[in-house]
């Protein structure tokens, strides 16, 4: 199976490698080689073996802007309303309210380069490109900020030590709308777009506890439920 | 005058008061403020802008977004009535029947429809975003000190049942038009006279020092309502503009008037501060108004030149993105 994208890819990398599934995976990471530069979307040593591919391509492309967006609470808290979910009734009215069509551009924006990737394997690849869903957000503030902690990030500088974690309903709201940006970009482009697995999320649409990977990532056992779903759609 | 170059006609002779370069301008109007705004902006004036865009949005989408074109996300204000009303419903003494335009499935707000690109996307957001907007309104008229209001038309709909005032036609941009529901109003002298009155006491209680400058757009109507040729409402509708805005500045201390109106529609100008639409103001028509308007009307003096720290938005994302990247990267790293 040939596996396109970027730390979202870890986990069904690990998964694949305990299940002794060969894996042909090629890294999309804005400090991996492969990155876009200049007026090419493929660097011309990924083009020669692209060109020679076969099989499904599955994508794992993007799937943090979310995170870029609204892990951390910022100086000013912000929110918006999510026209498909329920704003909580308890919701702070002191959050400055963000158009939700600003925060879509936003995000958007900030995945541009991934949406062009994916746009690129729809468009060039003769044969089928499969797009799979980010992994959804882990509900629990005490073991995201310790996972940042844990990683060596200043703290202070991040605005982590003073504003903390963004509240868990935001970050739904983000992954959700980032997912939607990814599954509307995939209907343009005629890609199939696997959600994640069912098994995996909790009744609030959040990442079960044993799946949790890092405070953005999901680990190996939710690695192996995606590798299941990509045989399926093989 | 017939001697001058164009550009070199100065109608301004005196001004009453000077625009300190730290003082907080508000801006509001018709499409002609925005100019004023903008400039005043570049040149390095306290543009105040009390409706400021999340820094989580870039800048770009902000722009789109109609943030920062005027102090507040009011969009253009074109009668009296409609800053009058404003005023009354950022006091929460006023709240219009009307609560939303649909377009399609978006909603529109019927006193800045044009103001989300597309509309809003449920009515909840558009709730919030208007108590928001209000709040930001009443909190700029707080903490101006000197406002800037250009008025630009006479006409306009309103509800038959509570007399709100719209700033386009319903049914043009959203909702349906119902002769029933909606009426057609050219406001007379009398009505822009008391309407500015209102909100101009409206104003200064809520700030007795503010400074008030008055503009008239020189921008010729699009169309009229009334039955007759747009030429003749335009003349109509400009002229009850500036005789109120006199009459205004004549009657109430620290009101004034500065005339861009007659720098742009002006014989000397010879229609060349005119667009080829024949309607929008060219860029060196604004130009010439912006010259003579910080010459009398602004605080003398070198602009100072605004810092180019990086904003408070940059910072803020790079340090998120840092921690998101930093994440990513190690997850990268550790493929067993």
Redesign the interface.
Known sequence: MILVGGSHATAIRQAARSMGVDLNFHVFHRNSPLWPSGKELFQPEFLAEFNGLEGTIFSSLGGNSHNVMGLIEHRAPFDFVHPRIKTKAKTDDDRTWVPFSAVKQSIEQTAGTFLRLLQGFAERYPGRVVHLQSPPQIEDETFIRQGIVDKGTDARKTGLAKFGIAPAALRYKLWRLNSEIFEERCAELGVKFVPVPSASITRSGFLKRKYWGDPTHANAAYGKLVLEQMRQHA | MGGLAGEAVDPVVSFPFRVGRTERVVTAGSCFAQHIARYLTEQGFNHYIAER??????EE??R??NYGMFSARYGNIYTARQLRQLLQRAHGRFVPKEEYWLKGERYLDPFRPQI???G???L??LR??RK?HLERVLHAFKAARVFVFTLGLTEAWVDREDGAVFPICPGVEGGTFSPDRYAFVNFSLAEVLLDMKLAIQALRRLNPKLKIILTVSPVPLAATAEDRHVLVSTTLSKSVLRVAADTLSREIANVAYFPSYEIITGNHAQGRYFDRDLRSVTEEGVRHVMRLFFQHAAEEGEAPVPAKAPS?RLR??D??????????????L???
Do not use: I, M
Request: include cysteine; charge should be negative; proline fraction near 7%.
């Open positions: 865009p999340h820094t989580v949005l870039r989408v902000a789109e977004h989300n690109p597309g809003f996307h449920s909840e957001e919030r975003d928001q408070a803020e994302e340090a998120a993105r840092e921690v998101a990247e930093v994440l990513c990267d190690e997850a990268l550790d493929p067993t």
